[in-house]
């Protein structure tokens, strides 16, 4: 009992003595307004976003659009610069600072870092890729003609799985365009009750464009 009453003496001797000098010290000390700019390593670009800050201080900012910061410090304070992909740097404030402000250009190195080769299988052993390839159906999966050409089946089947290309895109685009601008400022033609249409179909019938081909 005794023992743990003179510990506790000891610890609230040292809480008591040392906060006001801590306190003391950190009033004694001037602050200061660091501000400035961040900068990439060929210092052509401003880089935002970059974390500044005091380690256990609760005090922090980090850099705008155009790579501006403006934060208060102390005197003697160590300033961090954190970003993902750059270098950390540190930069400390110097003592007995002449004026009340310091303004800093930082340029921030690329951090590189040399990853080892990775190989993506899908198989996790090679004996088992070997069984999956050997196991593969190898029948026919198109149909070749006597000319040595693709059936139009397996054409037609590739062209219903095929995605669209870009101009068929455009164009599909387009149309849906010009229905919708008809549906807003007029009803859609109605091809059976035009005569040009009409005039078109009978000259393809009189061609012969409409007989079947042998």
């Known amino acids: 009992m005794i023992k743990n009453i003179a510990s506790f003496s000891i610890l609230l001797f040292l809480v ?3 906060k006001p000098a801590q306190a ?26 970059v974390n500044i800050y005091v380690p256990k201080k609760g005090r922090g900012t980090s850099s705008g659009r155009f790579g501006y910061f403006s934060m208060p410090v102390l005197e003697g304070d160590s300033v961090v ?5 750059l270098k950390r740097q540190v930069f400390a404030v110097p003592d ?5 402000k310091i303004s800093l250009i930082l340029t921030m190195q690329d951090d590189e870092m040399s990853l080892a080769e990775i190989e993506v299988m899908p198989y996790p052993t090679e ?25 139009p089946e397996t054409l037609l089947r590739w062209a219903e799985n095929m995605p669209a290309s870009g101009n068929e895109n455009f164009r599909g ?20 009750l035009d005569p040009f249409a009409w005039s078109q179909f009978i000259q393809s019938i009189k061609r012969g464009d409409l007989k079947k081909k042998d």
């Open 127 to 151: 004996e088992e890729f070997k069984r999956a390839v050997l196991a593969i159906n190898y029948e026919a999966p198109m149909a070749i003609d006597s000319r040595g050409s693709l059936s």
């Open 96 to 100: 007995n600072v002449a004026e009340d």
């Open 173 to 192: 685009f387009q149309q849906g365009q010009i229905m919708q601008i008809q549906d807003r400022y007029g009803p859609r033609p109605f091809r059976l």
């Open 24 to 49: 003391q010290d950190q009033k004694d000390r001037k602050v200061i307004q660091l501000s400035g700019i961040v900068l990439n390593a060929d210092s052509t670009d401003a880089v935002p976003g």
């Open 81 to 85: 610069f954190s970003f993902i992909g």
């Open 16 to 18: 008591v003595f040392f």
